[in-house]
């Protein structure tokens, strides 16, 4: 038996090198291994919140050590930051554009907005991102549903991320009222904000409370009842007695 063929067995034999890639493989690929932890960090923030998910159980999901969510996020709270960031970006860039061209549009027309208008802009972005973007997208909106309803660091989370956003749903639902009051408009999206969040989350509640007649993940359908039922919302709560 030849030397070739004797060290070829016996590399075929050799044990699989466990424990942390070595750092020249990490550096060549820094933005894949990134990216690969906040895939999996959020699948599992979006099942498990904040607290259920521990560095060790996301290094476990992602196929890497430890030492490397250190290195790229540095805390637990890091790497949450980072999923919410991520998308975030993407989700509220999608909605700040569509309300602006909506806005656009009806300044052009030389027509008035109307909040079903508004409200259709600032929130069909997030079904479309959720129908058509993959399972990433889903599991984001799965956990921007939890983190909204969250009384310990969900509202800081939000107030981070997504209240520009709002603040332009709100100034241009005030053009279409403009004799609302400040304090009607906020409790107006207060309740918006509720039906989005979980409807984001596609709980299945609605499936097993109609008996199968509607369907949470039906979000063309979802789309089109929230846009009615908030627009109405906002002129009668707005609405001078």
Request: charged residues 25%.
């Amino acid at each position: 038996m030849s030397e070739t063929v004797v060290t070829l067995k016996t590399a075929a034999k050799a044990p699989a090198r466990r424990g942390r890639p070595p750092k020249a493989a990490a550096a060549e690929r820094p933005a894949e291994t990134s990216e690969l932890i906040l895939d999996a960090a959020e699948d599992l923030f979006s099942k498990h919140g904040f607290y259920g998910v521990t560095i060790r159980e996301v290094a476990r999901e992602a196929g890497v050590d430890t030492a490397l969510l250190h290195y790229y996020f540095g805390t637990k709270r890091g790497l949450f930051d980072a999923v919410f960031l991520r998308r975030a970006e993407v989700m509220n860039g999608d909605r700040m554009r569509a309300m602006n061209a909506y806005a656009a549009a009806a300044v052009a027309a030389g027509e008035p907005l109307t909040p079903e208008g508004v409200i259709e802009a600032f929130v069909k972005p997030v079904f479309e991102l959720s129908a058509k973007g993959g399972p990433g997208w889903k599991h984001y909106c799965a956990l921007v549903s939890q983190t909204n309803a969250n009384p310990l660091w969900g509202g800081e989370a939000m107030t981070r991320y997504f209240d520009p956003v709002v603040y332009r749903l709100i100034e241009l639902v005030r053009q279409a009222l403009p004799e609302a009051e400040p304090a009607d408009l906020f409790w107006a999206y207060h309740n918006l904000s509720g039906a989005l969040t979980l409807s984001m989350g596609e709980t299945g509640r609605l499936d097993r409370l109609s008996g199968g007649l509607c369907r949470s993940g039906d979000l063309d359908s979802v789309l089109s009842y929230m846009v009615r039922f908030a627009g109405a919302g906002f002129r009668a709560v707005c609405a001078k007695p």
